[in-house]
């Protein structure tokens, strides 16, 4: 008997029983949301937490919606994600390689400048960038409101600041004899950033690369203020518009099947990228 009261009161138990637990709040949502999407009926009246049937007719209808291009949305979150992930990557590591590599007058202010307008909140900034983009927009039209291409420029600055300092992070921790000895063979600043230095920053490039397409990805403020018509619309703000009005009830299955397939792109990055993301992180921040 004593036995068994030392196994129950200096055992681990209490801390399985919390983990299950944690588990358990934690998977919720995500077991509501198949289980709604696999719904037949599709409404949010009808949905249980444990699916009553498997139908495929929310998905089928979330495709053939003339209304609701759910395919348009999905290929705007996807160009916009990826390409201003891309333009923000190559401007902030090209930043980071002046602030690391290079010596200037301004240097340490600058530096000290991205990381303070980092602190202002972002909303801030809207009225600002819809007054000068409606006006770009007269001039330009391709990149002024209701274009994806103004919105991509309206994402490139808002994650400079910590691109740079992540980045600048791990450029430090690469010797900078690698460089000294790439100029004595006559390589320039270019080559030695393209060809020395990119290749050694994988990890930090990969985890630059997936924080500023996650936050793109499911960006939805500013999105929603420059996309309005619905062929232009990411799958955030064409989502939240299914949720909103008299039949949001009855769209809830599609809904749920939209959050699933939106997950997808996310969930693959992950698991094909996970371990130069953890490197990345712990070495671009850290060091």
Same mark, same amino acid.
């Given at each position: 008997m004593?036995?068994?009261?030392?196994?129950? /009161?200096?055992?681990l138990?209490?801390?399985?029983?919390?983990a &299950?637990?944690?588990v358990?709040?934690?998977?919720?949502?995500?077991?509501?949301v198949?289980?709604?999407a696999?719904n037949?009926?599709?409404?949010l009246s009808t949905?249980?937490?444990?699916p009553?049937?498997?139908s495929?007719?929310?998905f089928?209808?979330?495709?053939?919606d003339a209304?609701?291009?759910?395919?348009?949305w999905?290929?705007?979150?996807?160009?916009?994600?990826l390409t201003?992930?891309?333009?923000?990557?190559f401007?902030?590591?090209? @930043?980071?390689y002046?602030f690391?590599?290079?010596?200037?007058?301004?240097?340490?202010?600058?530096?000290?400048?991205?990381?303070?307008?980092?602190?202002?909140p972002?909303l801030l900034a809207?009225v600002?960038?819809y007054?000068?983009?409606?006006?770009v927009?007269?001039?330009?039209p391709?990149?002024?409101?209701n274009?994806?291409?103004?919105?991509v420029?309206?994402y490139? /600055?808002? @994650?400079?600041?910590?691109?740079?300092w992540?980045l $600048?992070?791990?450029?430090?921790?690469?010797?900078?004899?690698?460089?000294?000895a790439? =100029?004595?063979?006559?390589?320039?600043h270019? =080559?030695?950033? *393209?060809t020395v230095?990119?290749?050694?920053?994988?990890?930090?490039?990969v985890?630059?690369?997936?924080?500023?397409?996650v936050g793109l990805y499911?960006?939805f403020?500013?999105a929603?203020i420059f996309?309005?018509?619905p062929?232009?619309q990411?799958?955030?703000v064409?989502?939240y518009?299914m949720t909103?009005?008299?039949d949001?009830?009855?769209? *809830?299955?599609?809904f749920?099947?939209g959050?699933?397939?939106a997950?997808?792109p996310?969930? &693959?990055l992950?698991?094909?990228?996970q $371990?130069q993301?953890?490197? /990345?992180?712990t070495?671009?921040s850290v060091?």
């Amino acid at each position: 008997m004593n036995a068994v009261r030392r196994n129950l /009161g200096g055992g681990l138990w209490w801390r399985h029983l919390i983990a &299950i637990v944690m588990v358990v709040f934690a998977l919720f949502p995500v077991v509501f949301v198949i289980s709604a999407a696999l719904n037949p009926a599709g409404s949010l009246s009808t949905s249980s937490l444990l699916p009553t049937g498997f139908s495929m007719n929310n998905f089928h209808t979330l495709f053939n919606d003339a209304a609701r291009p759910f395919g348009s949305w999905y290929e705007n979150s996807l160009v916009i994600a990826l390409t201003g992930s891309i333009a923000s990557l190559f401007i902030g590591a090209c @930043a980071a390689y002046a602030f690391s590599r290079l010596r200037f007058h301004g240097r340490r202010v600058g530096l000290l400048a991205l990381l303070l307008l980092q602190m202002f909140p972002v909303l801030l900034a809207f009225v600002g960038l819809y007054i000068t983009f409606g006006n770009v927009g007269e001039v330009l039209p391709s990149v002024g409101l209701n274009t994806s291409w103004g919105l991509v420029l309206a994402y490139m /600055g808002g @994650a400079m600041g910590s691109n740079v300092w992540l980045l $600048k992070g791990y450029f430090d921790t690469v010797p900078v004899e690698l460089d000294e000895a790439a =100029r004595i063979d006559g390589a320039t600043h270019a =080559r030695v950033f *393209f060809t020395v230095l990119l290749p050694l920053a994988r990890p930090i490039l990969v985890t630059v690369f997936m924080l500023s397409f996650v936050g793109l990805y499911g960006e939805f403020m500013l999105a929603s203020i420059f996309l309005t018509s619905p062929d232009s619309q990411t799958l955030g703000v064409g989502l939240y518009n299914m949720t909103v009005g008299s039949d949001r009830v009855a769209l *809830f299955g599609q809904f749920a099947a939209g959050c699933l397939l939106a997950a997808l792109p996310v969930l &693959i990055l992950y698991l094909l990228f996970q $371990k130069q993301l953890v490197s /990345g992180l712990t070495q671009g921040s850290v060091k």
